[in-house]
């Protein structure tokens, strides 16, 4: 019995490892993650913008075309980049006036939603306006938005398929 008993404490005097280095080797990964985080890539607010530009013209012939569908998911793509930027770009000064295109993005979705074309530009001229005018307020001025003359891509179809 004697034997059992010591072999069941050297067992646990062996299987029993230093706390302070398991401490060292959990704050090593925690240094190892932040160091991970820290690099990792993370789209600044050009790159959500040059993404909505593009959105805003494919969005213009898909109306144009009264391609609603198209239409739909362009103005869908906008909205998730307008509420991914405060998750990327909080530190930038420029997202405080973000809200200013709500009422803008509501109209426009909404004349997509009837399928109302002279609505719907009329719409456009709006989310176009605020834009700029959202560009001016944040000393961006000169970065002026219009509605687009020709198309983005030469390889996609605005017409609604039949």
């Known amino acids: ?17 230093n706390p302070a280095d398991k401490t060292q080797a959990l704050q090593n990964r925690i240094d190892s993650l932040e160091n991970k985080l820290a690099h990792a890539y993370k789209p600044g607010l050009g790159e959500f913008m040059s993404s909505i530009q593009v959105h805003h013209a494919k969005l213009w012939f898909a109306g144009q075309n009264q391609n609603w569908q198209l239409a739909a998911f362009e103005i869908d793509e906008i909205k998730e980049a307008l509420e991914d930027i405060p998750l990327y770009c909080a530190d930038r000064p420029e997202v405080q006036q973000l809200g200013m295109i709500n009422p803008a993005i509501d109209s426009i979705s909404n004349a997509i939603n009837t399928k109302n ?39 996609q179809d605005f017409k609604a398929a039949r």
């Open 117 to 155: 074309q002279p609505r719907f530009k009329n719409s456009f001229v709006l989310l176009t306006a605020t834009c700029n005018n959202c560009h001016h307020t944040t000393n961006h001025a000169f970065n002026v938005i219009k509605i687009p003359d020709t198309p983005p891509f030469s390889n």
């Open 1 to 17: 019995m004697k034997e059992i008993f010591l072999f069941f404490i050297i067992i646990s005097l062996f299987s029993c490892s």
